[in-house]
């Protein structure tokens, strides 16, 4: 078996610790220098992964923005953007949702192996559908299928459930919170993590190991495991930052 992908959590969230906003307009928690180092992040990544409820509810592209990110992974024989990857356990997935129709990337579905044939049927050659398990998909699985695919490193960006499973199953290599300088509080607002057995406790403290200020948030970036900085480095610039633009304010836009 190849060795699993390193994985690098990403996640931008209010002070109080909520994803989103309950209405059904996207709440912008970064800005936009903290927007273009996580597509710095995208373009370093062989896949980016997003759960079924964002791929609903945000309908995002999952591609790389930037011009010359693009141009780079092209020289590299790469296609423009990372391949997409979401999971699924009621295979309720739009067909027309951006995620399968823009870009040029591969997509892959993981859902539990009794939904993989009507899924597929669905999407036909929009994805590849993966079924694994029978009544959910394991973070682990997806992680082994992965390596098997060749993927080297994983990006996941969310949601709140998605993230949870990766950090209670301690299967996070690095972790890049975000903080943004407001409040949500709403009860039914989606919460950046849920509830779990966690592998990091009060006595078992996670190891910061870097903290940016870029304009009006803060990342911290947390090291998860013994292979933390393996891919890259360690410093600002392998986290997808330049001390430049680390401490520059400017208007917030959507990813």
Known sequence: MSQRPYVTLSCAMSIDGYLDSAEPRRLAMSNAS???????????????????????????RLLVRDTARRARRLALGLPESPIKVTVTASGELPADAAFFTTGDAPRIVY?????????????????????????????????????????????????????????????????????????????RAPRAVGTGTFPWTASRRARLADTFRIGDVVL????????????????????????????????????
């Open 34 to 60: 903290d927007l273009d180092r996580v597509d710095e992040v995208r373009a370093r990544s062989d896949a980016i992964m997003v759960g079924a409820s964002t791929l609903r509810r945000d309908d995002p």
């Open 111 to 187: 859902c539990p192996e009794e939904r993989a044939a009507s899924l597929g049927a669905r999407l036909g050659t929009r994805a590849t559908v993966v079924g694994t398990g029978q009544d959910c998909v394991s973070m682990t699985a997806v992680l082994d299928d992965l390596a098997a695919r060749g993927v080297g490193s994983l990006m996941v960006e969310g949601g709140g459930k998605v993230l949870t499973q990766f950090l209670t199953a301690d299967l996070v290599d690095e972790f890049h919170l975000v903080v943004a300088p407001f409040f949500v509080g709403e009860d």
């Open 220 to 255: 911290l970036r947390y090291a998860l495991s013994d292979r933390f900085g393996a891919l890259d480095g360690t410093d600002a610039v392998d986290a997808g930052v330049s001390r430049d633009a680390a401490v520059q304010t400017v208007p917030a836009e959507r990813r």
